[in-house]
Antibody
Framework: QITLKESGPTLVKPTQTLTLTCTFS??????????VGWIRQPPGKALEWLAL???????RYSPSLKSRLTITKDTSKNQVVLTMTNMDPVDTATYYC???????????WGQGTLVTVSS | DIVMTQTPLSLSVTPGQPASISCKSS???????????LYWYLQKPGQSPQLLIY???SRFSGVPDRFSGSGSGTDFTLKISRVEAEDVGVYYC?????????FGQGTKLEIK
């Protein structure tokens, strides 16, 4: 049974760096073809893909946010960490992590964590 | 980036009646491997998105067979044969052929 759970601060100040952790179970990020992705959703708005990391440490980022994002994995801890620098109020959103298979199948999602950016 | 356009943006359906959502992509989603990377998700109120359909027409594990997907190239459709109360929420299509992954605007399904 695959489960994922996001954790991190609920409130960050403008210009600060956000660090989110995705802790998962039921799969290994050392298995060929497996990845973890991050997606966000501003309140009342649509989904926006942010980043992906694969079992071979291949990393992909949204071009519009690439300069601000870093994704890493700790296979031994079953965790993936996303950092986003220079946070702005427009980055207020629920952030989700998801299990990825076959390159882009986001088949299992975490419950999401709401991050508010405000001074 | 590939733009995904859904219509309608909202629909209200009587239980037991069918429903249909269209999704059009700005580029073909047919890959050279022969697969078409179009997905459908349902986000129920207060929940995270859940995968319904992958690669145009394959139902994900546990998805009722009243949900079906069809289409090719740039035009796709999600159909619900008989809407039930538990089907309320926002439906999203997503393309997975090119990064960045992109989603449609969402279609809100309500029950009459």
């Amino acid at each position: 049974q695959i489960t994922l759970k996001e954790s991190g601060p609920t409130l960050v100040k403008p210009t600060q760096t956000l660090t989110l952790t995705c802790t998962f179970s039921g799969f290994s990020l050392s298995t060929s073809g497996v990845g973890v992705g991050w997606i966000r959703q501003p309140p009342g708005k649509a989904l926006e893909w942010l980043a992906l990391i694969y079992w071979d440490d291949d990393k992909r980022y949204s071009p519009s946010l690439k300069s601000r994002l870093t994704i890493t994995k700790d296979t031994s801890k079953n965790q993936v960490v996303l950092t986003m620098t220079n946070m702005d109020p427009v980055d207020t959103a629920t952030y989700y992590c998801a299990h990825v298979i076959a390159a882009a199948d986001l088949d299992y999602w975490g419950q999401g964590t709401l991050v508010t950016v405000s001074s | 980036d590939i733009v995904m356009t859904q219509t309608p943006l909202s629909l209200s359906v009587t239980p037991g009646q069918p429903a249909s959502i269209s999704c059009k992509s700005s580029q073909s989603l047919l890959h050279s491997d022969g697969k078409t990377y179009l997905y459908w998700y349902l986000q129920k109120p207060g929940q995270s998105p859940q995968l319904l359909i992958y690669e145009v027409s394959s139902r994900f594990s546990g998805v009722p067979d009243r949900f079906s997907g069809s289409g090719s190239g740039t035009d796709f459709t999600l159909k619900i044969s008989r809407v039930e109360a538990e089907d309320v929420g926002v439906y999203y299509c997503m393309q997975g052929i090119h990064l960045p992954l992109t989603f449609g605007q969402g279609t809100k399904l309500e029950i009459k």
